[in-house]
């Protein structure tokens, strides 16, 4: 089959779960955006956004990279792949300065844990001062600065029930409701941040749906359920009360021109579509 | 200051002579780039104790220091080998049993941690992570164990302070104290005779790291005519002067990668991370390739040619074109 110039949507089983993600994340992303990315699937969304819809956005890579144009797809934000073509290259402290300045549009960003306001954890199951009796994940790494300072953040996660929490175990990264230290109140993000206030997270896409938040509640709501789950199936997998009222069915499907990029042109090798 | 004249040592003598127990270490590199590794490995041969590291993130170097209990505190943000092992099994292993002390903050703190202490200021304002656990008094694990007294230098007496923007009416911002280490241990592509260093590609956060320890050891992959790394100093990274010990060391950050040398390992550190799901797992490997090598030279020779091949850097691309990364 000729999927290069084929600009139909494609069936069920033509794709995999993986593909759905990467073209559900590259279509957050506007033409001439400044994308913060980290490995996986972000550096796949923006890679693909690059090829259709947002040709001049710019990435950022935390290791310090920014608009590279690799010739290969990194394996990690550190990969000397990261700077082929770039703008400019140097570290950290460059980055995260241009983050914390107000440089970058969105985020795209993972987590082991969320709850219903996206709070997300990175660092640790259980009681925190208890480690005997927990379990440590890889650490907050970027992710609170990250999405600390973008003006949108989309999450990227693995739907499960246990994931899907009312309240995460430690909040690693901070979603529309927060505590605000050193009081430890919960109040609004926008109240939190006040003047170095500047948005949030506006999406969760998962291996089953995509979520969106209330901009007054700061709620999760389903805004869509990828093909072969049901509403019904979102539900049993959330460990919240979800509104699923305000969902609009279902998830666009990935055209096959966009898998042929994705395994062709973006990914060649199998390194993450495989 | 260091002798300008006589700067360069091997690897055990660069560990012998300028690390001790008890030391707060910071290193260059990335997760998986550009780690120090010949001297990690050498670390664990000396059987180096009660370590500190600082670090903005860690990865495979530091997994083999906690490993070998190398390690008695870990300040950082995250720990992993990227696509090759999404955790550190060794920390999570000796955090569980009590024989470790970890504390969090977030990528921006630790790397504003290390400029404060390359700036020679005692702390840096930021708004990165408001909202989160990460400032949560509670969770201050050095105060709660009783380690912010001020007894070590090298401790701030608190986490984390705020304070009023006293200039503009903006919010308040978070300050985060300096980290000042004893030593950075830097792995790079080419040091002068006399130590100005050149890193080439991104260069993460060498620059805070490299200046914010008292002491400083770069290792190279080549050691180059001081002459000829200045013909070009808009390139280099570190004066001269800041450098204390330079050792030469080809493939000194294998298993992870260096830019415009050498690729990541990738197999090589899956390997590992699989055995350090136990500590009879990672003894037996630390017996292998550490222990049972009398010196890195001979842990290359062990890797072989093949392998150190199949990972060399294109000169043209900087990185490999050879080694087989995906499923296809």
Same mark, same amino acid.
């Given at each position: 089959?000729?999927?290069?110039?084929?600009?139909?949507?494609?069936?069920?089983?033509?794709?995999?779960? =993986?593909?759905? $993600?990467?073209?559900?994340?590259?279509?957050?992303?506007?033409?001439?955006?400044?994308?913060?990315?980290?490995?996986? =699937?972000?550096? =796949?969304?923006?890679?693909?956004?690059?090829?259709?819809?947002?040709?001049?956005?710019?990435?950022?890579?935390?290791?310090?990279?920014?608009?590279?144009?690799?010739?290969?797809?990194?394996?990690?934000? !550190?990969?000397?792949?990261?700077?082929?073509?770039?703008? %400019?290259?140097?570290? $950290?402290?460059?980055?995260?300065?241009?983050?914390?300045? !107000?440089?970058?549009?969105?985020?795209?960003?993972?987590?082991?844990?969320?709850?219903?306001?996206?709070?997300?954890?990175?660092?640790?199951?259980?009681? /925190?001062?208890?480690?005997?009796?927990?379990?440590? $994940?890889?650490?907050?790494?970027?992710?609170?600065?990250?999405?600390?300072?973008?003006?949108?953040?989309?999450?990227?996660?693995?739907? *499960?029930?246990?994931?899907?929490? *009312?309240?995460?175990? /430690?909040?690693?990264?901070?979603?529309?409701?927060?505590?605000?230290?050193?009081?430890?109140?919960?109040?609004?993000?926008? *109240?939190? /941040?006040?003047?170095?206030?500047?948005?949030?997270?506006?999406?969760?896409?998962?291996?089953?749906? %995509?979520?969106?938040?209330?901009?007054?509640?700061?709620?999760? /709501? $389903?805004?869509? %359920?990828?093909?072969?789950?049901?509403?019904?199936?979102?539900?049993?997998?959330?460990?919240?009360?979800?509104?699923?009222?305000?969902?609009?069915?279902?998830?666009?499907?990935?055209?096959?021109? *966009? =898998?042929?990029?994705?395994?062709?042109?973006?990914?060649?090798?199998?390194?993450? %579509?495989? | 200051? @260091?002798?300008?004249?006589?700067?360069?040592?091997?690897?055990?003598?660069?560990?012998?002579?300028?690390?001790?127990?008890?030391?707060?270490?910071?290193?260059?590199?990335?997760?998986?780039?550009?780690?120090?590794?010949?001297?990690?490995?050498?670390?664990?041969?000396?059987?180096?104790?009660?370590?500190?590291?600082?670090?903005? #993130?860690?990865?495979?170097?530091?997994?083999?220091?906690?490993?070998?209990?190398?390690?008695?505190?870990?300040?950082?943000?995250?720990?992993?080998?990227?696509?090759?092992?999404?955790?550190?099994?060794?920390?999570?292993?000796?955090?569980?049993?009590?024989?470790? +002390?970890?504390?969090?903050?977030?990528?921006?703190?630790?790397?504003?941690?290390?400029?404060?202490?390359?700036?020679?200021?005692?702390?840096?304002?930021?708004?990165?992570?408001?909202?989160?656990?990460?400032?949560?008094?509670?969770?201050?694990?050095?105060? &709660?164990?009783?380690?912010?007294?001020?007894?070590?230098?090298?401790?701030?007496?608190?986490?984390?302070?705020?304070?009023?923007?006293?200039?503009?009416?903006?919010? @308040?911002?978070?300050?985060?104290?300096?980290?000042?280490?004893?030593?950075? +241990?830097?792995?790079?592509?080419?040091?002068?005779?006399?130590?100005?260093? &050149?890193?080439?590609?991104?260069?993460?956060?060498?620059?805070?790291?490299?200046?914010?320890?008292?002491?400083?050891?770069?290792?190279?992959?080549?050691?180059?005519?001081?002459?000829? +790394?200045?013909?070009?100093?808009?390139? #280099?990274?570190?004066?001269?002067?800041?450098?204390? @010990?330079?050792?030469?060391?080809?493939?000194?950050?294998?298993?992870?990668?260096?830019?415009?040398?050498?690729?990541?390992?990738?197999?090589?550190?899956?390997?590992?991370?699989?055995?350090?799901?136990?500590?009879?797992?990672?003894?037996?490997?630390?017996?292998?390739?550490?222990?049972?090598?009398?010196?890195?030279?001979?842990?290359?020779? &062990?890797?072989?040619?093949?392998?150190?091949?199949?990972?060399?850097? #294109?000169?043209?691309? &900087?990185?490999?074109?050879?080694?087989?990364?995906?499923?296809?």
């Amino acid at each position: 089959m000729e999927w290069k110039n084929n600009f139909d949507l494609a069936k069920p089983g033509d794709f995999k779960t =993986l593909d759905l $993600l990467a073209v559900a994340g590259a279509r957050e992303i506007n033409d001439r955006e400044i994308v913060f990315a980290g490995t996986g =699937l972000p550096m =796949l969304a923006v890679s693909l956004a690059q090829q259709t819809i947002a040709p001049n956005a710019s990435i950022i890579y935390e290791a310090g990279s920014m608009d590279g144009r690799p010739a290969h797809l990194p394996a990690s934000v !550190g990969d000397a792949r990261c700077e082929h073509k770039a703008s %400019v290259s140097s570290g $950290l402290m460059d980055v995260f300065s241009q983050l914390q300045r !107000g440089a970058v549009d969105l985020a795209f960003l993972g987590g082991a844990e969320i709850d219903k306001y996206g709070n997300v954890n990175t660092t640790a199951v259980g009681d /925190y001062m208890n480690p005997a009796e927990g379990a440590r $994940l890889a650490g907050s790494g970027g992710n609170p600065d990250i999405n600390s300072m973008a003006r949108r953040t989309v999450f990227i996660m693995v739907q *499960e029930k246990r994931r899907f929490k *009312e309240q995460v175990d /430690y909040i690693t990264s901070p979603g529309w409701r927060v505590k605000d230290w050193p009081s430890g109140k919960w109040v609004t993000r926008q *109240e939190a /941040y006040g003047t170095a206030y500047r948005g949030g997270p506006v999406a969760v896409i998962t291996n089953m749906a %995509v979520f969106r938040f209330d901009e007054e509640t700061g709620l999760m /709501y $389903l805004d869509t %359920v990828h093909p072969g789950a049901t509403v019904d199936d979102v539900k049993a997998s959330v460990g919240f009360d979800i509104d699923v009222s305000r969902c609009r069915g279902e998830t666009k499907l990935p055209t096959y021109h *966009e =898998l042929y990029l994705l395994y062709n042109i973006i990914d060649p090798e199998g390194i993450f %579509v495989a | 200051m @260091a002798d300008v004249k006589n700067k360069k040592m091997t690897v055990p003598e660069a560990v012998r002579e300028l690390i001790k127990d008890g030391d707060m270490l910071t290193f260059s590199g990335f997760t998986i780039w550009r780690r120090p590794m010949s001297m990690v490995y050498e670390i664990v041969r000396q059987g180096k104790k009660n370590l500190h590291l600082v670090e903005v #993130n860690s990865g495979t170097h530091g997994e083999v220091l906690i490993g070998a209990g190398c390690v008695k505190i870990w300040e950082s943000c995250f720990m992993g080998h990227e696509l090759f092992g999404k955790i550190g099994a060794n920390l999570n292993r000796k955090l569980k049993n009590g024989e470790i +002390i970890v504390e969090d903050y977030s990528h921006v703190h630790m790397v504003m941690r290390l400029a404060a202490g390359a700036m020679g200021v005692p702390f840096l304002p930021t708004y990165c992570a408001l909202g989160t656990d990460i400032l949560n008094p509670e969770y201050d694990v050095l105060g &709660k164990k009783g380690l912010r007294d001020g007894s070590n230098p090298r401790i701030p007496t608190e986490k984390f302070n705020y304070q009023d923007d006293p200039f503009y009416g903006q919010r @308040a911002v978070i300050n985060v104290p300096a980290a000042r280490p004893n030593v950075c +241990i830097a792995h790079v592509q080419q040091v002068g005779e006399e130590g100005t260093v &050149k890193v080439m590609g991104q260069r993460y956060s060498d620059n805070e790291a490299m200046k914010a320890a008292d002491k400083l050891i770069v290792v190279a992959e080549e050691i180059v005519p001081e002459e000829v +790394i200045r013909q070009d100093p808009t390139a #280099n990274l570190i004066p001269h002067y800041l450098v204390d @010990a330079i050792v030469e060391q080809p493939w000194g950050a294998h298993p992870t990668g260096c830019f415009g040398y050498y690729e990541v390992d990738g197999a090589f550190i899956r390997d590992f991370y699989s055995k350090t799901k136990t500590q009879e797992g990672f003894d037996t490997w630390a017996e292998e390739w550490i222990l049972g090598c009398g010196d890195y030279n001979e842990y290359l020779y &062990k890797l072989g040619f093949n392998r150190l091949d199949s990972l060399r850097a #294109n000169a043209a691309m &900087k990185y490999s074109l050879r080694v087989k990364r995906g499923a296809r």
